[in-house]
């Protein structure tokens, strides 16, 4: 059974920092993979998207990568601001078309 | 808007009553999934669509659960004989083809079973 892990499970840090926010899976056999955002009461926000043919995302202060040889990813944070505050939730599916979800880590940026 | 909708956003229950759970996806969308949150942890997946057809309903946790999607479109999860474990956050997402399209998630309703 897939399991994902996210480390660190919090992070409190001020504004302006880079930030690395880490995923793992017990299966590395990893087709696709996205990374969201979970805002308090919200769904989740799609925030990049590794498709099989990709080992690499970016999107304005946000890059993601996947080691598919480790089942591991990435997500890198630029200068991170106080709107960045909010639960990160990596998700990967390994050929059934379905994302298995990690526990999340809940990052605070304070100004 | 053209996100995806969920009614009703929340509802409370008594053990041992039926609820029906609505989900309106992007239109075009031919991927639509289910799954159910609790306090703290991620998404755990329920059921998965493509068109009208269930494609993977193994998440599903007994024979209470069940979820349709008779046109391809609205799906509704339906719960019967609730218990109080099944209190949690039940999120939808659809996407336009499956996992290698990004999947789009509404907003959830959250049940409570007193």
């Known amino acids: 059974k897939q399991e994902v892990t996210q480390i660190p499970a919090a992070l409190s840090v001020p504004e302006g920092e880079n930030l690395v926010l880490n995923c793992s899976f017990t299966?590395?056999?990893?087709?696709?993979l996205q990374w969201f955002r979970q805002d308090p009461g919200k769904g989740l926000t799609s925030l990049l998207l590794i498709q099989s043919s990709q080992r690499e995302q970016t999107s304005g202060r946000l890059n993601a990568s996947l080691d598919k040889s480790s089942g591991r990813s990435t997500l890198y944070i630029a200068a991170s601001q106080p709107g960045d505050s909010a639960t990160y939730l990596c998700g990967g599916e390994g050929g059934t078309d379905k994302l298995i979800f990690g526990t999340g880590t809940r990052l605070q940026v304070f100004p | 808007g053209a996100g995806v909708s969920q009614t009703p956003s929340n509802k409370v229950t008594e053990k041992g009553k039926y609820v029906e759970l609505r989900c309106d996806p992007i239109s075009g969308h031919t991927a639509l999934y289910w799954y159910r949150q609790s306090l703290g942890q991620g998404p755990e997946f329920l059921i998965y669509?493509?068109?009208?057809?269930?494609?993977?309903d193994s998440g599903l946790p007994n024979d209470r659960f069940f979820a349709v999607r008779p046109e391809g479109s609205v799906s509704t999860l339906k719960i019967q004989r609730t218990e109080r474990g099944d209190s949690a956050v039940y999120l939808c997402a659809s996407s336009l083809q499956g996992s290698n399209s990004p999947l789009h998630f509404g907003n959830g309703t959250r049940l409570t079973v007193t």
């Open positions: 669509f493509q068109g009208t057809g269930a494609a993977d």
């Open positions: 299966d590395s056999a990893i087709y696709n």
